[in-house]
Structure formats: structure tokens, C-alpha cells
């Protein structure tokens, strides 16, 4: 099960009492109303509701009506610039915001041959340059193949063998395991490295000397002097082959298409309510759809997406040096996913210091 959550208060906007300055409420509050002298929202645009949520009967917190405005507003925008394929969310969202650092991977790619099979695998944690790196693999007419990052050795060499990849991006975190698998995947020629923030790519395994060893930024920067003609998908081919973590038995994978992914998109768009001034902050594997879904959708609305991780999510999580800040006390998001597992930290770090 997956929960959406929205930090949004529950009361009309022109009834609702005034917080005070430094408040929570403060800190989330929509948009102010327009003066009549300000102009009106054009009709295409998805106007504010008055209510971000309503008490059920029953206790807990619903979507309000009109909460669906977002998710029609992105289906009309598609469908008007006769958007069928990620590659094409990727160039509509540029054209709209600008020549964002994100997009210079793309081209970067094209110099790394794929092999037949034309898939690369993501063998990573949830980070801004796995989607990234994803975006610019889609924006060639690549396929992504998903790899959860705490998998057994068994379980990332059947999914990676099944797939044929050549490519495999990974992580500065899962690079000693990368070395474990290689061995057992004669397929993969290049290994493309996320660097850690401090430690860069590290020591590379010896075990890996035999492939290529690309660090990320390299890649990023080939792209900036490429102009190579990308080849351009169509929305019946397959976007991404998503791995099950495993649970019950060795990963299974399942082919989606472009317009599968899609309407997935459009979906989570509409089912969730998303306002301008939200931050999101993200910590779900982005190998689970719903997680890759939710951030195509966030970045087609031009919402602000902040990276953390489970391990680092509270002041209380394992991987938090003790007097430090977690991710969500520094990010400060109004917006998150959530499963039960992250729920219950959440909580237990909350009544521990009741």
C-alpha cells in the first residue's frame, strides 16, 4: 500500500483563522486570493481550490473537490502538444522552463553504445541523477531497465541477465556490489558511476577494470559538445521494464510503454493535490512506479523536488549523526510518499519525543 500525503490546512481560505508569523500554517499556506485590479487565471489554467482537504466522517484526511484540476489541466497541455512519449514530456517541460542543468545528460548517452538490446539498467538509490539519468535514456529512445538497490547478488544478476543490458549506471553506494554482479553478466561493457558528494566515484574494484568505468559528470559533459540525432520513440514503444523487489520470489519484470507511463502520469496527477508553492520531498525507490510516475508529474507541473533517503528521513533515523537534522526537518516539504514501513518510523520518531 502507498499513501500520498499533503501538508495543507484543512480550512477554507476565506474563512480559516489568521496563523501567526513562524507558524507551520504559515509556512504552507496557498497563494494568496487575486484583488480584484490582479488578473484573473486564464480558463486553461488549473485555478485554486478553496478547500485543500476534508476531515472524513471516520477521522482521517481526503482529497477535496476540486482536487482533480491539476491532473485535467496536464491531460489537456498533453494533449494539445500531442504529447504520446516521455522523450516528449522532456522537451515540452524544457521548452516551458527554460534550459534546465538536468537535460545535459541526454545527449551524453548517445556516445555509450547500448548493444542490441538497447536497455540500460539503474542499479541505484533514489537521487536526482537517477532521474536524470533516466529522462536522458527515454530522450534517445532508450529502455530503462529498474534494479532495487537491496537486492541479493542472485536476484540483480537474473534481472540483469534476463535483460541483456550493456549499460549498468550505479551509484557510489552500490559500486562494491556492482563488482559482485559483473563477473556473472558477460552483457554489460559500461558501468556509468553516480559520485558521492565527497568521495567522488572511489576506489574502483579491480574486478571492474576490465569494463567501462564512466564516471557521471563525464557523461553530463559529453553531452554538452554532442550533436548527435537522437533517435525518437514512439508511444507504443517500451519506456521502462520495472523489477518487483523480490519479495516472494527472484525480481519479476513488467513492460510498460510510453502511453502506459503515461497515463500513469496523468493519473497520479489528477489523484493527487498539488499546489504551486509545494516542496516534495523524495525518498521511495524510484525503481517503483509509483515514485517514477510521481516525479514526471512534478516536473511537467514545475513543482520542487528535494532528495532524501529512509535511512536519513528523521532526527531519529539510523544514518542521522546524533544532534543533527533529519531530511524532512531541512527540506521542510509540504508533499510526500509514503508506505506503511516509513510511516511507522515517522511516528515512533514523533511519540519518542513526546
Not at 46 to 56: D, M
Not at 71 to 98: D, Q, S
Not at 128 to 138: D, I, K, N, T, V
Not at 250 to 256: A, F, H, S
Request: proline share 7%; glycine share 6%; charged share 20%.
Amino acid at each position: 500500500m502507498n499513501v500520498c500525503f499533503a501538508a495543507h490546512p484543512a480550512l477554507p481560505r476565506s474563512e480559516g483563522p489568521q496563523a501567526e508569523e513562524g507558524t507551520r500554517a504559515d509556512l504552507v499556506s496557498a497563494e494568496p486570493v487575486p484583488k480584484p485590479s490582479e488578473p484573473v487565471p486564464k480558463p486553461s489554467e488549473p485555478a485554486p481550490s478553496q478547500i485543500y482537504g476534508v476531515r472524513h466522517e471516520d477521522g482521517y484526511w481526503v482529497k477535496a473537490d476540486p482536487g482533480y484540476q491539476k491532473g485535467k489541466f496536464l491531460e489537456e497541455e498533453f494533449r494539445a502538444a500531442n504529447i504520446t512519449t516521455l522523450a516528449a514530456i522532456v522537451e515540452n517541460a524544457a521548452t516551458k522552463l527554460g534550459n534546465k542543468p538536468c537535460m545535459g545528460v541526454r545527449q551524453g548517452l548517445a556516445k555509450i553504445c547500448p548493444g542490441v538490446s538497447r536497455r540500460v539498467a539503474i542499479f541505484a538509490e533514489t537521487r536526482a541523477e537517477w532521474f536524470m539519468s533516466a529522462m536522458g535514456c527515454l530522450r534517445q529512445g532508450l529502455t530503462i531497465v529498474t534494479v532495487f538497490p537491496n537486492l541479493s547478488v542472485e536476484e540483480i544478476v537474473a534481472s540483469l541477465c534476463e535483460t541483456e543490458v550493456n549499460v549498468l549506471i550505479v551509484s557510489h553506494a552500490t559500486l562494491k556490489t556492482t563488482a559482485e554482479v559483473i563477473s556473472k553478466c558477460s552483457a554489460i561493457k559500461h558501468v556509468i558511476v553516480l559520485e558521492d558528494q565527497l568521495e567522488g566515484v572511489g576506489i574502483v574494484p579491480e574486478v571492474l577494470k576490465n569494463v567501462s568505468v564512466i564516471p557521471f559528470h563525464e557523461v553530463v559533459a559529453t553531452g554538452k559538445g554532442l550533436n548527435a540525432s537522437l533517435r525518437q520513440p514512439t508511444a507504443e514503444d517500451v519506456a521502462i521494464i520495472l523489477y518487483t523487489s523480490g519479495s516472494m520470489s527472484l525480481p519479476k519484470g513488467t513492460e510498460l510503454t510510453h502511453a502506459n507511463v503515461i497515463a500513469t502520469v496523468i493519473g497520479y496527477a489528477y489523484q493527487s493535490d498539488l499546489r504551486p508553492d509545494d516542496r516534495y520531498l523524495a525518498f521511495l525507490p524510484l525503481a517503483h512506479v509509483l515514485e517514477f510516475c510521481c516525479e514526471i508529474a512534478l516536473v511537467s507541473l514545475n513543482l520542487l523536488i528535494m532528495y532524501g533517503s529512509p535511512m536519513t528521513l528523521t532526527n531519529n533515523s539510523p544514518k542521522v549523526m546524533q544532534g543533527t537534522l533529519g531530511d524532512v526537518q531541512v527540506a521542510r516539504p509540504t508533499y510526500i510518499n509514503a508506505v506503511p514501513l516509513i510511516l511507522d518510523r515517522i511516528v515512533r520518531g514523533v511519540t519518542e519525543k513526546v
